[in-house]
């Protein structure tokens, strides 16, 4: 079974500082990697995915993520935070269903927390 | 073009009840999913649907229930509420052919007292 790990329950960091947020998975086969972030009251907004080829990958708002087999890890950075980045976020590892769909196994989030 | 929409956004049910969450997946998408997020943790699978039927079902009790219209709509429905069902909903919907992203709604906000 599929699992998901965030070390950090909550983080802050200044204005203008960089970002680390840290993400650990337990899958069987090749994973599907995502990281989405929530803002209160709202639903889950995709920043980046994972599913092959190139380990670096960037998102949107300036987000970009690791792909670390070998530490079974996918760490999503940021170069500098805005105030407007302040939220929880949430990694996921998707699982195909029947061959074509899939179902997603999220960990419990990090709350970012941004400082002026 | 709307994205997915839910409905209600809130809901207040005492312990025993019954409750019926809606979700209209976003044009053009056949797959709906449901997922429940407990207070300070991440969402969780409920099940999926695909041409009307359950394709893939987490580990939840039969108390919870789904069905998908002909136009792609979703229900979900949760018998004898219990405390723990207090959560938030949410319902993501995809293409059929593994589209690489699914479309979040912002969900219902149930709480059972």
């Known amino acids: 079974a599929q699992s998901v790990t965030q070390p950090d329950i909550h983080i802050t960091v200044s204005e203008g500082a960089s970002l680390e947020l840290r993400c650990n998975y337990s899958y069987g086969a090749t994973p599907y990697l995502f990281w989405y972030v929530q803002s209160p009251g709202q639903g889950l907004q995709l920043l980046l995915k994972?599913?092959?080829?190139?380990?670096l990958v960037q998102g949107i708002k300036g987000f970009e993520a690791e792909f670390k087999r070998s530490q079974s890890s996918f760490n999503l950075r940021k170069p500098s935070v805005h105030w407007s980045d302040a939220a929880e976020y949430f990694c996921a590892v998707g699982a195909e269903s029947g061959g074509s769909n899939y179902k997603l196994t999220f960990g419990k989030g990090t709350l970012l927390t941004v400082n002026p | 073009d709307a994205g997915v929409t839910q409905s209600p956004t809130h809901l207040i049910k005492t312990r025993g009840q019954q409750v019926t969450l809606r979700c209209s997946p976003k044009?053009?998408?056949?797959?709906v999913s449901w997922y429940q997020q407990a207070l300070g943790q991440g969402p969780q699978f409920i099940f999926q649907y695909y041409e009307e039927e359950e394709r893939q079902r987490g580990n939840f009790p039969d108390r919870f229930s789904g069905h998908q219209f002909p136009n792609y709509s979703s229900e979900l429905n949760v018998n004898a509420l219990l405390l723990g069902d207090s959560a938030l909903y949410l319902c993501?919907?995809?293409?059929?052919?593994?589209?690489?992203?699914?479309?979040f709604g912002s969900g219902t906000q149930l709480s059972v007292l």
């Open positions: 044009s053009g998408h056949d797959t």
């Open positions: 993501a919907s995809s293409g059929a052919r593994g589209e690489e992203k699914l479309f």
């Open positions: 994972y599913f092959s080829g190139d380990t």
